[in-house]
């Protein structure tokens, strides 16, 4: 018997240790079809943020069943089919980015697609060395590490969260352009599971003093971002999440903590956060002072506009999409910090006649809901806009109201209704009220 070879010589003849494997054309077919899609998953997902043109899907088979499909993998992927992506506005401050509502469905928007507004970029934070102060009016100032935060009870919200400045660009209607998606005009809001510790809990162990009725948050971003928040909201439903639908909060999100209000402006919910001080009065920070305050018509200021109000958008059909006579779902979101969405109203003639849409379960506090609304498009031109009235009877104002209670000069909160023009080819455009 002839001796196998050893050592390096090993690798000299393969073909003298055993015949050359033979391969079915079926095999092969498997095998140069997995590769193709490997390498469109990776050039999916090294596609840029922003892309100016429609991104190329695989060839599809005729018969996926005759062939073997690829392995599981340590990380999912999105099939190569789908490829939704934010809309990158490099303009605003620091940069924001924002979730493209007209192609998600349900509620819970993936983390990946969360909305981003910064104002001094995103940190890179060690979480074996991230620590969360509090001190103040308190008994024993404390300073928690994440492995801390941890070993609290776990609470979860599942909430929404939005810029608010959302939607600002579709009240100022010498800005917004017929050709905007659902995404650039309200894209500063997402929806997610957020799981941590409970703010009460916390302020509990700190021992904070009775007379304490304002805390300041502070961030570890460049900005130092800092708000002043009640007390009473702490006791609420505040948390200290650090993690979000299953994961992780992701860097942007506030990596390895955030603050979570739900219900409340995205500013004050201050990611990266490390301090938080007790005192009887609010701090007047910059944040809170030049910025995030509205001037009024009166001469007087509108400032710590926590809660955001009661609104609603349609995400179909919407900018660039065409409706064909007949029947049509018009679908959207509606949402509201004061609790639960009661219910949302449809029109298609411009705000003559509304009607009651359905709502799509599950209908959750300070959540958005779905809503959908049967439709007979006859051809012709239509203007179709949502209203939204939440449990506490608050309804969703006409940009003329929301202008004579606040004055043109406001920034924030603008929840005005919002509106598609449906020409008479059937294609459907922006429509800015008034």
């Given at each position: 018997?002839?001796?196998?070879?050893?050592?390096?010589?090993?690798?000299?003849?393969?073909?003298?240790?055993?015949?050359a494997?033979?391969?079915?054309?079926?095999?092969?077919?498997?095998?140069?079809?997995?590769?193709?899609?490997?390498?469109?998953?990776?050039?999916?997902?090294?596609?840029?943020?922003?892309?100016?043109?429609?991104?190329?899907?695989?060839?599809?088979?005729?018969?996926?069943g005759?062939?073997?499909?690829?392995?599981?993998?340590?990380?999912?992927?999105?099939?190569?089919?789908?490829?939704?992506?934010?809309?990158?506005?490099?303009?605003?401050?620091?940069?924001?980015?924002?979730?493209?509502?007209?192609?998600?469905?349900?509620?819970?928007?993936?983390?990946?697609?969360?909305?981003?507004?910064?104002?001094?970029?995103?940190?890179?934070?060690?979480?074996?060395?991230?620590?969360?102060?509090?001190?103040?009016?308190?008994?024993?100032?404390?300073?928690?590490?994440?492995?801390?935060?941890?070993?609290?009870?776990?609470?979860?919200?599942?909430?929404?969260?939005?810029?608010?400045?959302?939607?600002?660009?579709?009240?100022?209607?010498?800005?917004?352009?017929?050709?905007?998606?659902?995404?650039?005009?309200?894209?500063?809001?997402?929806?997610?599971?957020?799981?941590?510790?409970?703010?009460?809990?916390?302020?509990?162990?700190?021992?904070?003093?009775?007379?304490?009725?304002?805390?300041?948050?502070e961030?570890?971003?460049?900005?130092?971002?800092?708000?002043?928040?009640?007390?009473?909201?702490?006791?609420?439903?505040?948390?200290?999440?650090?993690?979000?639908?299953?994961?992780?909060?992701?860097?942007?999100?506030?990596?390895?903590?955030?603050?979570?209000?739900?219900?409340?402006?995205?500013?004050?919910?201050?990611?990266?956060?490390?301090?938080?001080?007790?005192?009887?009065?609010?701090?007047?920070?910059?944040?809170?002072?030049?910025?995030?305050?509205?001037?009024?018509a009166?001469?007087?200021?509108?400032?710590?506009?926590?809660?955001?109000?009661?609104?609603?958008?349609?995400?179909?059909?919407?900018?660039?999409?065409?409706?064909?006579?007949?029947?049509?779902?018009?679908?959207?979101l509606?949402?509201?910090?004061?609790?639960?969405?009661?219910?949302?109203?449809?029109?298609?003639?411009?705000?003559?006649?509304?009607?009651?849409?359905?709502?799509?379960?599950?209908?959750?506090?300070?959540?958005?809901?779905?809503?959908?609304?049967?439709?007979?498009?006859?051809?012709?031109?239509?203007?179709?806009?949502?209203?939204?009235?939440?449990?506490t009877?608050?309804?969703?104002?006409?940009?003329?109201?929301?202008?004579?209670?606040?004055?043109?000069?406001?920034?924030?909160?603008?929840?005005?209704?919002?509106?598609?023009k449906?020409?008479?080819s059937?294609?459907?455009?922006?429509?800015?009220?008034?």
């Amino acid at each position: 018997m002839t001796a196998r070879p050893t050592g390096s010589s090993a690798f000299a003849d393969k073909s003298a240790e055993a015949p050359a494997p033979s391969f079915s054309r079926r095999t092969l077919l498997a095998g140069a079809v997995g590769a193709i899609s490997a390498t469109l998953l990776n050039n999916a997902s090294a596609l840029p943020a922003q892309t100016k043109g429609p991104v190329p899907s695989p060839p599809a088979l005729d018969d996926p069943g005759k062939l073997q499909g690829h392995i599981p993998t340590e990380l999912g992927e999105r099939s190569p089919f789908e490829h939704p992506r934010r809309r990158v506005n490099r303009a605003a401050p620091a940069g924001e980015s924002e979730s493209p509502l007209q192609e998600l469905y349900g509620t819970i928007t993936p983390a990946d697609l969360h909305f981003e507004r910064h104002h001094g970029g995103v940190p890179v934070i060690d979480p074996a060395r991230y620590t969360l102060l509090i001190h103040g009016m308190v008994e024993r100032p404390l300073k928690f590490t994440l492995a801390d935060l941890k070993r609290f009870p776990t609470v979860s919200r599942v909430c929404f969260i939005e810029c608010s400045g959302n939607g600002y660009r579709g009240f100022q209607t010498t800005t917004m352009k017929r050709e905007a998606t659902p995404s650039w005009i309200d894209g500063l809001l997402s929806t997610s599971e957020w799981t941590g510790v409970s703010l009460a809990t916390l302020f509990r162990e700190a021992g904070v003093k009775p007379d304490a009725k304002w805390f300041l948050a502070e961030g570890s971003d460049a900005a130092h971002m800092t708000r002043s928040i009640p007390v009473e909201k702490a006791l609420d439903d505040a948390i200290i999440a650090y993690a979000q639908n299953g994961e992780a909060i992701r860097p942007e999100q506030g990596y390895p903590a955030r603050l979570l209000l739900p219900g409340w402006e995205g500013n004050t919910q201050v990611k990266w956060i490390k301090r938080i001080e007790l005192a009887k009065n609010p701090f007047m920070t910059r944040e809170e002072t030049s910025k995030y305050t509205d001037p009024l018509a009166n001469g007087t200021a509108r400032m710590f506009s926590f809660v955001m109000d009661a609104k609603s958008l349609i995400t179909f059909p919407a900018y660039p999409d065409t409706v064909s006579r007949g029947w049509c779902v018009i679908t959207g979101l509606a949402w509201s910090g004061r609790g639960k969405i009661a219910r949302v109203e449809v029109t298609t003639d411009g705000g003559n006649a509304w009607e009651s849409a359905e709502l799509q379960p599950p209908v959750l506090s300070k959540c958005t809901t779905r809503f959908r609304h049967l439709w007979k498009y006859a051809g012709g031109e239509a203007v179709l806009m949502s209203r939204a009235i939440d449990e506490t009877g608050y309804v969703q104002p006409t940009r003329a109201q929301l202008a004579a209670a606040r004055g043109e000069g406001t920034f924030y909160h603008m929840n005005n209704i919002r509106g598609w023009k449906v020409e008479r080819s059937g294609k459907v455009f922006f429509h800015v009220e008034g």
